[in-house]
């Protein structure tokens, strides 16, 4: 599988950042929405270097090599609460070699280590087996389904829900 890493953003980034969300091929067949403007990710990164209290946006590299990225942004979950919903996209090459799982594994332990959250989510659409079975490795629980959530490529689309906890994860090795 090789040795999968997170790391931020840099500004010679951007231009395969930018390739890796707006183009059909990198994207789909499940994270293809239609063209957005070209230089959004360079203007999140010129205003917070893609790192927030909201959100963010971490690199996969294997070894040396950039394959993809991870993203998380806040979600509310009552007056005073909230989690994170992640998410991955690795181009096309790096898919079905266990470094998706890997980096959202890297990914829940980043979160966890550096935030307050209790729990993580994601969701992929309900045809997605692969996505499905890479965060059931990576240690997140399933939840359900979620009838007509998205709207992708012309049709309302069903979704997969999962779920992981704080104290689900060993975070021990930290310190």
Known sequence: MG??????????????????????????????????????MTRRWEESGLLGEEQG???????????????????????????????????????GHGHGTEAQRLLVRYLFAHTQVNRLEAGTELDNVAEQRALEKAGFTGEGVLRGYTFRNGRWRDCARYSILRDEVDLTDLA
């Open 57 to 95: 946006v971490l690199l996969v590299d294997v070894g040396a090599e950039l394959i993809g990225f991870v993203s998380w942004h806040r979600v509310e979950t009552g007056p005073s609460s909230h989690c994170f919903e992640i998410g991955v996209n690795l181009q096309p090459d790096a898919r």
């Open 3 to 40: 040795d999968v890493a997170l790391r931020p953003v840099r500004e010679d980034d951007l231009a395969a950042l930018e390739w890796l969300i707006n183009e059909p091929e990198t994207t789909a067949p499940h994270n293809w929405w239609g063209w957005r403007k070209p230089d959004r």
